[in-house]
């Protein structure tokens, strides 16, 4: 199976919004509710910052944030800070023994 | 603190083997499921494998199945990925992570390189 598809980039001023998109089928991201968020600082380990589509683990601030509408799920980030500037990967299941990664978006803090 | 050590990583010819470890401490790892993923330079990341907390249930990505094996030794906290016949597509940082449908704890990530 092919990776979810996610835009390259996306950008925003400090204080303003980011939505990143997740593009999947009904075989994953539209099927399941084990979706997933990870944010990675360059050169660094991926961290999870959303799972089963809009929960936040504790300790990860409430300005991100989760939500799916069919095939495609989103992550909005808002109130933009220096430090979310990082690269966001989607995650989700795909029944069976299937898992599948979205392409991953950078984000640039403008 | 709950952390995920990792070793094992470095060069490698084209067919030959190399094994990462992962050890765990500050959880009871006997008790989570783990993960090996992936990320080729400048590449997004990529699930490989999967194993159970009492290793009774594994998954590989197709791309790796046949070549790569996943285990655990519950006793000394450590999770293991032995991988064989070693392409040059297999060159990536290899992450362990703890869970079972979403990944709440990754190690640092250890590179393994496949060149001659």
């Known amino acids: 199976q092919s990776a979810l598809t996610q835009p390259p980039s996306a950008s925003g001023s400090p204080g303003q919004s980011v939505t990143i998109s997740c593009t999947g089928t009904?075989?994953?991201?539209?099927?399941?509710?084990?979706v997933s968020w990870y944010q990675q600082h360059s050169g660094k380990a991926p961290k999870l910052i959303i799972y089963?589509?809009?929960e936040r683990p504790s300790g990860v601030p409430d300005r991100f944030s989760g939500s799916k509408s069919g095939n495609t799920a989103s992550l909005t980030v808002s109130g933009l800070q220096l430090e979310d500037e990082a690269d966001y990967f989607c995650?989700?299941?795909?029944?069976?023994?299937?898992?599948?990664f979205g392409t991953g978006t950078k984000v640039t803090v403008l | 603190e709950m952390q995920l050590v990792q070793s094992g990583g470095g060069l490698v010819q084209p067919g030959g083997s190399l094994r990462l470890s992962c050890a765990a401490s500050?959880?009871?790892?006997?008790?989570?499921?783990m993960n090996w993923v992936r990320q080729a330079p400048g590449k997004g990341l990529e699930w490989i494998s999967y194993?159970?907390?009492?290793?009774?249930?594994?998954f590989y990505a197709d791309s790796v199945k046949g070549r790569f094996t996943i285990y655990r030794d519950n006793a000394k906290n450590s999770l293991y990925l032995q991988m064989n016949s070693l392409r040059a597509e297999d060159t990536a940082v290899y992450y362990c992570?703890?869970?079972?449908?979403?990944?709440?704890?990754w190690g640092q990530g250890t590179p393994v390189t496949v060149s001659s």
């Open positions: 992570a703890r869970g079972w449908l979403q990944f709440d704890s």
């Open positions: 009904s075989s994953d991201v539209g099927g399941y509710k084990y």
């Open positions: 194993i159970s907390r009492s290793s009774t249930t594994i």
């Open positions: 995650f989700s299941y795909a029944g069976s023994d299937n898992y599948l």
């Open positions: 089963e589509v809009s």
């Open positions: 500050g959880f009871n790892f006997s008790n989570n499921n």
